[in-house]
């Protein structure tokens, strides 16, 4: 009896690879990525990858390795979405040093990569690293033309005309954060956009 519950208890405590990758993400080792982003820094702003570089989060997202799935890394600026703050004369209390950007930097990576690859369709996007500069993405794009797409019921609604140009219409996971529309909140004016609800909202 003792050891069958040994064997039980081993079985529950047993994780998978996902799991142990989506640790090791928590706190990546310092050296690794410091040499990733080196590289990154010397390669071109959007880089065709071949595989996705945190598995566990892309797979999350909505990846599959098969044909028709295109991961791009992207690297994009830190900072810029500030006002610039007064030297002299007058000057309100508060001294507009607030953001008067109201969208994240993984939504506005999303937009750059649907600008630049227009046959590509943006499914989702995660953060693989930042320095003093920059923020490095990946994206993970679809390309609605491929057979291997329309023929999965999985993915295949990606097809469809109403979902066109997802990222710069705020309707990926990034856009709809931004957006501020995980609130549901009866009283927020965010719904069914912020410009209906005369920008009180956010």
């Known amino acids: 009896m003792i050891e069958k519950k040994s064997k039980k208890e081993n079985s529950k405590g047993t994780k998978g690879l996902y799991y142990h990758l989506k640790q090791a993400w ?3 080792d310092k050296k ?23 598995l566990d ?3 999350a997202l909505g990846y599959k390795d098969k044909k028709g799935f295109v991961i791009i890394r992207v690297r994009i600026k830190r900072g810029g979405h500030k006002r ?3 030297n002299k004369g007058r000057r309100s209390k508060r001294l507009h040093t607030r953001k008067n950007l109201k969208m994240s930097y993984k939504w506005i990576a999303e937009q750059r990569v649907e600008r630049k690859y227009k046959n590509l369709m943006v499914l989702n996007s995660y953060q ?14 679809v390309d609605p033309q491929r057979p291997e797409i329309k023929n999965d019921k ?34 927020s004016k965010v719904r069914p956009s912020v410009r209906a ?3 009180k909202g956010k």
């Open 26 to 28: 928590k706190k990546p």
């Open 32 to 54: 690794t990525l410091r040499e990733r982003m080196i590289e990154w820094r010397k390669s071109g702003v959007f880089t065709k990858v071949d595989k996705p570089l945190r």
């Open 57 to 59: 989060r892309a797979r």
């Open 84 to 86: 610039p703050r007064p």
């Open 128 to 141: 693989i690293g930042k320095d003093g500069i920059h923020y490095f993405y990946e994206t993970i794009c």
């Open 154 to 187: 999985n993915i295949n609604w990606i097809t469809k005309s109403v979902n066109k140009k997802r990222a710069m219409r705020g309707l990926t996971s990034a856009g709809k954060k931004s957006r501020g529309l995980r609130s549901k909140h009866p009283t």
């Open 197 to 199: 609800g005369r920008r």
